[in-house]
């Protein structure tokens, strides 16, 4: 079964300052998607980046970037110059091709000013 | 870029009652829709997968008899909630197969049905 784990409940970061939040996933297939999406109090599903196992370049999105460890089966999301907006819960997600998402538990981030 | 219409967005109903949840998909064919419960404070959940034209696949635990899935068109799936109990009270939310090309794009979300039985 895949699963994947979100170690940080919460995390806090300064407003402009860079925060990364942590992921690992549990697999073994070797054709799959890796994503995070954000959540705002809407509770609006908003895909923030997304990155194909197969590429070995690291997927970046604007202020978004990820750290794609295939082998250690890790997926960091880096969030940098931090806006008051990024305040929100983020879930990392695995797929593989065609199947369903499975989430981890997520990650609460709260920016302060 | 695609969308995924979700309605409700919130009902209130009244325990014994049957509830259901519409989505829609508006500028392609969703040949697979996800459905997911969310709890307070705790992550997505997959309930069920549906095919269109197929009998939905629910996850175990999750009561097919309860939660009842129609996929009867390429734009459109239900959720049915039966005799709902306040433990039923919860966040749905649909995601949606998005394809692009031939190749697996992404899912793309509805905007959720949060659901309240009293």
């Known amino acids: 079964a895949q699963t994947v784990t979100q170690s940080q409940p919460e995390m806090s970061v300064q407003e402009a300052e860079t925060v990364t939040l942590s992921c690992t996933y549990d697999?073994?297939?070797?054709?799959?998607?890796l994503f995070w999406y954000k959540q705002p109090p809407s509770r609006q599903m908003i895909l923030v980046i997304r990155?194909?196992?197969?590429?070995?370049q690291n997927a970046t999105e604007n202020r978004f970037s990820v750290n794609f460890q295939k082998a250690a089966k890790s997926f960091s999301l880096k969030i940098s110059d931090s806006q008051l907006g990024d305040a929100a819960m983020y879930f990392c997600?695995?797929?593989?091709?065609?199947?369903?998402?499975?989430f981890g538990a997520g990650t609460r981030l709260t920016v302060k000013p | 870029g695609a969308v995924v219409s979700q309605h409700p967005s919130w009902v209130i109903c009244k325990s014994g009652t049957s509830v259901k949840i519409e989505c829609r998909s508006l500028?392609?064919?969703?040949?697979?829709m996800f459905w997911y419960r969310q709890f307070p404070k705790q992550s997505l959940m997959l309930m069920a997968t549906s095919n269109e034209g197929s009998k939905a696949t629910y996850e175990q635990g999750v009561e097919k008899d309860k939660f009842l899935i129609n996929h009867a068109s390429l734009t459109l799936s239900t959720l049915t909630v039966t005799s709902a109990h306040p433990e039923d009270s919860s966040f749905y939310i649909c995601?949606?197969?998005?394809?692009?090309?031939?190749?697996?794009?992404?899912?793309?979300f509805g905007s959720g049905t949060r659901l309240t039985v009293v």
């Open positions: 500028d392609f064919q969703a040949t697979t």
């Open positions: 697999t073994s297939e070797s054709d799959y998607y």
């Open positions: 997600a695995y797929r593989r091709t065609l199947m369903d998402m499975r």
């Open positions: 990155q194909e196992a197969y590429k070995q």
């Open positions: 995601s949606a197969r998005d394809m692009l090309t031939g190749r697996d794009y992404g899912y793309t």
